[in-house]
């Protein structure tokens, strides 16, 4: 018997040039908008004052916010509320990756219910309320522009929790691939294995929906085929095209059936050792899908298989060959870099294990496996070492 819910009330706008839509969009969410990126990397290229251009023609006042890291930090966020309450902002708009999105949604969330926040990601009290967010997303990515999610780092304290609300959606998500052209190959090979992780845990997620499934083999099969190729050349408007579209879908995968082990090892190591988000994911899925995929072979296999491009699945293919078609994706894209090359030491592991079974233990919840020990952590640790 089936049954399941599926909502994700975001307005996606998609499409070389849609960028110049956002005047309108913004003007039906309020007056003034707080313009939020990573850095002055957009400012310097001229895209922050082109989108102030079109907000200005639609009547809608703007401000410019950068002072925000790649994996976001608290205080940058609740610097960023504070700032855009003194100027009277009402509607906040993420323009970047992942992290100018998400502490977006944080400034939304901060702005609206005061700047005493790190409780509600944590997932001690339930958000409830957040300016209107307008995403546009510039990698491919995270699926924040579609998701219900924002990650935050707390450098105090080492972790990075993910914060799931309603409030937290995108009004509008823009998904322009002219905006993605700029990104260099090492980010979108670390973004685009995101949109890959993204995809194989939704679809292996306990709480995959018939809809989710569908999603996840779509990017799964658009990765396969196009990822190398946005990698190799940075300016193939049909791969970068495609990488979005594959992004967008692991968003709404996510969104709805949730991330599984993997990811609740991801938050926690980047929580730990600052890790590059998607690179960490590649150093230890290989590891967490050997760990998990004799809890659901079948899908262990048609992951592969629909990796591969195969319209049949070999009647030879198994589990471990996915595993192994992963890897060698993970190697041409010059993603295999173990975490013990990106700042992981022996010694932070038992952090690790900590924020992952407790902080993100809804992920591992999530997982095929589950319940995750804090031994199977350890287990996938060393593998990813
Ligand atoms: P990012 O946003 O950190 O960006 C990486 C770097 O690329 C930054 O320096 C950024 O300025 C630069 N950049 C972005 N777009 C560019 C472009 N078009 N041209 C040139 N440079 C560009 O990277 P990300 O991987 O997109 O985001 C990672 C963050 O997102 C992490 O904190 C991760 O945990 C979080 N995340 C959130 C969700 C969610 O649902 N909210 C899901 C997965 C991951």
Known sequence: MMSFENSVPVKVIFGFGKLDTIGGHTKSCGKKALIVTTGS????????????????AEGVDSEYYYAVSPNPHLEEAQAGADFARKTGCDVVIGLGGGSAIDAAKCIAVAVAQGNDIWSYWMGEKTIFAALPIIAVSTTSGTGSHITPYSVLTNPVTNEKPGAGSPFLFAKVAIVDPELMMTLPPKITAATGFDVLAHAIEAYTSIYATPFTELYCQ???SIVGKYLRKAMADGSDREAREMMALADTFSGYSIAIANITMCHAMGHSVGGVCNTVHGEC?????????????????????NIGA????????PADWTPGKTVDAVEKLITDI???VPLSQQGVKRTDFDRIIAGTIGYMGGGCNNDPAAPISAEDVRKVLEGSF
């Open 306 to 313: 629909w990796l591969m491009g195969y319209e049949t699945i």
């Open 281 to 301: 994911l590649a150093a230890m899925t290989p590891s967490t899908m050997r760990h998990s995929m004799n809890s659901n072979p079948e899908k262990y296999k």
């Open 334 to 336: 010059g993603m295999n």
């Open 41 to 56: 990397f957009f400012k310097e290229n001229g895209l922050v004052d082109r989108i102030i251009g079109y907000l200005h």
């Open 218 to 220: 779509k990017a799964i």
